[in-house]
């Protein structure tokens, strides 16, 4: 066995890190738990702390050859050890997150209070149990089981049915693992809220808008000509508010629908109908042509991928300045089917590119603006392609043009003559 000596010489950077993460803690409270990362230094110094207590505790009666003044130092800084111990222990005990250190075997080493409250985990029974079997009935059973590094996120608290959490697992030291479960009630809860509001504005304003927009379309110009140009402005200011207040409504349906009702969708009179659309659009400024070698149909929703698809189109019209190309492709990819629309339009220069699907975000307000975009069409997209468990790709470069693509996987293709491709 190590003697506790050889691992005195940790402790001041173990010391030093713990310091660091409790410093850290205040944060961590309101934290998310991709601050895990800060537990595992913790983990690391509890663990450490843990084997030198372990291991020091059949030497604790004094050497017998040591001096007095060697016997009280020796004493002193024991005491010292297991008090830092106790520190750390409680520090990570109080944590609000559930905190698990699990060993090779995913057996239970140690576990907080918060994991006894979210996890159901109860001790001293727990103490070495298979996290997994223990939690058998449980929505986390499958995730544990499959050993995926990937978080979980809205699963029901096994201790607490009624709370979700957000479950990660992360790896530290030898082959062990943290699981970290944060409860997500009060953020889901606060989603909801938000999502109401905007889904009973967005319902509330649409009725006064239709009544406005339908006088503006009553008053004609030729009657009053010195507000002729005043009147073009209301009808395309209420006309722009009517799609943004549709393009919202629509986004908060996406929202709340976890599944969709699939049907065959035909894309060869789909692909078709988007190449006449981007031509009604263009009005004969641009080039557009239609590859399409995939010969598939998608399984999905009819009307929202019309809308997702045609969003991309419209965009590509919009984004291109006359004279440029557009070409709208259906194809097949290695994982099953890719719809994309490439353009020779202004590009988008690379830091955009992730944040290009959040709601309202655009590269050039005033662009999307006079060209008529919402700042809602990629955040429909994007909400379109994940019911259909399908991803959007875009590259782009400015001044070049850019190519937004839907990849779709073989479980979403259908034959046109009737079987599916699994
Ligand atoms: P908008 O209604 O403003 O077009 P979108 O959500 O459809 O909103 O697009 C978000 C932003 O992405 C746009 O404002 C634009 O800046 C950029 N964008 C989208 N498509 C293209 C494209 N094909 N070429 C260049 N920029 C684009």
Redesign the pocket.
Known sequence: MAQPATHYWKLPTALAVALLVGAWLGWLANGHVASGVALVALAEVVLLLTRIRHQARPMMAPPVLVSPLQHDRFMTRSRRIASSLRDLRNAASQLPDAVVLLDQNQQVRWFNHAAEHLLGLRRPRDRGVLLQQRLAVSDLSDWLRDGTQEPLNDVAAPGQPDSQLNVSMLPFGRHQHLLLARDISHLNRLEQIRRDFVANVSHELRTPLTVIHGYLELLDPEDVPELAPVLGEMRMQSKRMGQIVEDLLTLSRLETQHQIADERVQMAPLLATLRKEAEALSQGRHQIALESSAEADLLGSPRDLHSALS??V???V???PAGGNITIRWQRTPEGAAYS?S?T????PAT?LAR??ERF?????S???D???????????KHVLNLHQAQLRIE?TPGV??T?ACHFSHARLLMPGGCDET
């Open positions: 969003n991309l419209s965009n590509a919009r984004y291109t629309v353009d339009g202004f590009g988008i955009h290009l699907t975000y655009r590269i050039s307000s662009r999307s603006r060209s008529g975009g919402t700042g809602l069409g990629l955040s429909i997209v782009s043009g850019s937004f």
